[in-house]
């Protein structure tokens, strides 16, 4: 079974027994929701909101759907004070440092599959891997050419259901993940990293536009 898209854990959030992982109340909206769709943040010791995307920080937590709409309007609520119990502003960059630790949370899964050899990185190399297994997911650098990511997501279309593409990511940051100055194409390999990664690239489309959806938007049929 294909893991279930945000919207579609969303739809199911208000009965508990429906989930796939722990569950916490969102401090804006109210709606229980998997934590895989949520963001943490805690009060730092100089009193202000920090988020905290791996969950490792200490003291309670405070927790948001993970998207940039439902923070803008914690900001604009004081819905952190609220939570904390005390006055607590947040950084006048709060958007950009989630979404910076999303990046580097991605960043580091794609590094993690490399070094366990979980990845293939390369036009040829992933359009090779394609003809004899299924992909976790494809990657594909937001700058790099339509012609490229076509040719690499039709021949996937063309063999397996609903092959998942992440293309919110850059050249650059791909290239920090597999160790190369750039990185245009790759897959990552089905397994727990896939899955893991599936969870950090879906809270990062909350906060950086996910290009894939308009790539291939009625191109494919």
Request: aromatic share 6%; with cysteine; net charge positive.
């Amino acid at each position: 079974m294909m893991p279930r898209t945000v919207n579609e854990r969303l739809s199911a959030s208000d009965t508990d027994d429906i989930t796939d992982g722990p569950v916490r109340q969102c401090a804006v909206t109210r709606d229980r929701l998997e934590k895989a769709d949520m963001i943490r943040f805690v009060r730092s010791p100089d009193g202000l909101a920090v988020p905290d995307v791996a969950e490792k920080l200490p003291g309670r937590g405070a927790w948001i759907r993970a998207d940039k709409d439902t923070l803008a309007k914690a900001v604009k609520a004081g819905t952190f004070s609220r939570a904390f119990k005390a006055q607590t502003p947040l950084p006048d960059d709060i958007a950009a440092m989630v979404e910076g630790q999303l990046v580097r949370q991605c960043v580091g899964l794609l590094g993690m599959a490399r070094k366990s050899g979980k990845v293939v990185v390369g036009f040829d190399q992933v359009r090779a891997y394609l003809k004899s297994r299924s992909p976790g997911w494809l990657i594909e650098a937001s700058d790099g050419s339509e012609d490229g990511r076509n040719k690499v997501h039709f021949l996937a279309k063309a063999m397996y259901d609903d092959p998942r593409t992440a293309g919110a990511l850059s050249s650059a940051e791909l290239g920090v993940a597999f160790g190369r100055e750039r990185v245009i194409h790759a897959l990552l390999q089905n397994g727990a990293l896939a899955r893991s990664f599936g969870t950090a690239y879906t809270r990062l489309t909350g906060f950086r536009p996910a290009p894939e959806k308009d790539w291939f938007s009625g191109r494919d049929r």
